[in-house]
């Protein structure tokens, strides 16, 4: 299996444009998860879904992020507009239980 | 709700050295566990999990860890280093409703 795919694996962007990450997950898992990761605040979870349902985006940040997952097989988490704080390293992992998740290898988010 | 507390966030140890990275958790129900690594521009990998059989679990590259209920540790250990074991280490605890919940993380060098 090819792993949890993700793209871009680097973005540059200026503040204000509109940003879109993707992630493929591994194929039969049934829960998708996005975390940010920086320095001052470490790993953060934004949001996870199961069967392709949103269950808990509390840790969305404000309105200008959002995530869908149309299918089993895909998820996008915008960013819009962006801002320079939102530079960071987004992860995408997925699982089938509730035991291990598998991490994809990040986008890494730069907003000048 | 569950947390996990990493103690050091950065450990320093000698090639051959023991490693002992520490976690302590507090969860209301009985936890799983988990070790996750995160070397250099890349995502997190499972190094190990207990989920409530042997106390004693090992994971992969020597490293094992013990869950001990009565100090409420899952501290991670590995007899001997390695240079290749430099990198960023996480724990993370979940109660069963996938989701997982990390630590700090500790930065785990090795000096030739």
Known sequence: DAGVIQSPRHEVTEMGQEVTLRCKPISGHNSLFWYRQTMMRGLE???YFNNNVPIDDSGMPEDRFSAKMPNASFSTLKIQPSEPRDSAV??????????????????????L | AQSVTQLGSHVSVSEGALVLLRCNYSSSVPPYLFWYVQYPNQGL?????????????????????EFKKSETSFHLTKPSAHMSDAAEYFCAVSVRNEKLTFGTGTRLTIIP
Do not use: D, H, M, W
């Not at chain 1, 992860?91 to 991490?103: G, L, N, P």
């Not at chain 2, 990998?45 to 860890?65: D, H, M, R």
């Open chain 1, 45 to 47: 979870l934004l949001i």
């Open chain 1, 90 to 111: 987004y992860f995408c992992a997925s699982s089938f239980s509730i035991e291990t998740q598998y991490f994809g290898p990040g986008t890494r988010l730069l907003v």
């Open chain 2, 45 to 65: 990998q499972l190094l190990l999990k207990y989920t409530s059989a042997a106390t004693l679990v090992k994971g992969i590259n020597g490293f094992e860890a």
